[in-house]
T-cell receptor, first 113, second 112 residues
Framework: EPEVTQTPSHQVTQMGQEVILRCVPISNHLYFYWYRQILGQKVEFLVSFYNNEISEKSEIFDDQFSVERPDGSNFTLKIRSTKLEDSAMYFC???????????FGPGTRLTVL | RKEVEQDPGPFNVPEGATVAFNCTYSNSASQSFFWYRQDCRKEPKLLMSVYSSGNEDGRFTAQLNRASQYISLLIRDSKLSDSATYLCVVSPNAGNNRKLIWGLGTSLAVNP
């Protein structure tokens, strides 16, 4: 069964460093998303991506964040200068054109020290 | 008012019990409604979509009341494997590109 994969599973970084979180969505999917979940809090929408451009982004997704689909298979989230409050689980999701369901990857746990 | 609000929980129930989760949402223009399940430290997984007419999938029944902006999930004959956090999720968008707005979730523990 096709699945969304994410790497790394856990990333530890120093405050101020850049991180890139990687996702491989399901191959025939067209819509891609990043969400985050701070420990003990709700899942929060960050950004949606379709047709090689951002469709929508939340207030959380400020200038420190960017997304890319560099090669037609990977979908990356970059945080330019990490802050302590960026520590969270980051989930990538993808969706086909017709179905409602978004399929989630296993997440990357980001720890900023 | 929170965009999606759920019962605070946690719920502790014996095996075989019936348990109900409630959820309200603030955006009356919301288009799609879902229940997701999340196991500890795992990704959310879709349990079921919620339709206006109500829908059932085995032991699970979901209801939607648009007038009251209220969504419910009923689990009958609960199993140990139902232990998880249940997330009420709403999408405000029409069309295919739908961001999801999440409730905090209600934790369920089914005990032997």
């Amino acid at each position: 069964e096709p699945e969304v994969t994410q790497t790394p599973s856990h990333q530890v970084t120093q405050m101020g460093q850049e991180v890139i979180l990687r996702c491989v969505p399901i191959s025939n999917h067209l819509y891609f998303y990043w969400y985050r979940q701070i420990l003990g809090q709700k899942v929060e929408f960050l950004v949606s991506f379709y047709n090689n451009e951002i469709s929508e982004k939340s207030e959380i997704f400020d200038d420190q964040f960017s997304v890319e689909r560099p090669d037609g298979s990977n979908f990356t989230l970059k945080i330019r200068s990490t802050k302590l409050e960026d520590s969270a689980m980051y989930f990538c999701a993808s969706k086909s054109g017709q179905e409602h369901e978004q399929f989630f990857g296993p997440g990357t746990r980001l720890t900023v020290l | 008012r929170k965009e999606v609000e759920q019962d605070p929980g946690p719920f502790n129930v014996p095996e075989g019990a019936t348990v109900a989760f409630n959820c309200t949402y603030s955006n009356s223009a919301s288009q799609s409604f879902f229940w997701y399940r999340q196991d500890c430290r795992k990704e959310p997984k879709l349990l079921m979509s919620v339709y206006s007419s109500g829908n059932e999938d085995g032991r699970f029944t979901a209801q939607l009341n648009r007038a009251s902006q209220y969504i419910s999930l009923l689990i009958r004959d609960s199993k140990l494997s139902d232990s998880a956090t249940y997330l009420c999720v709403v999408s405000p968008n029409a069309g295919n590109n739908r961001k999801l707005i999440w409730g905090l979730g209600t934790s369920l523990a089914v005990n032997p």
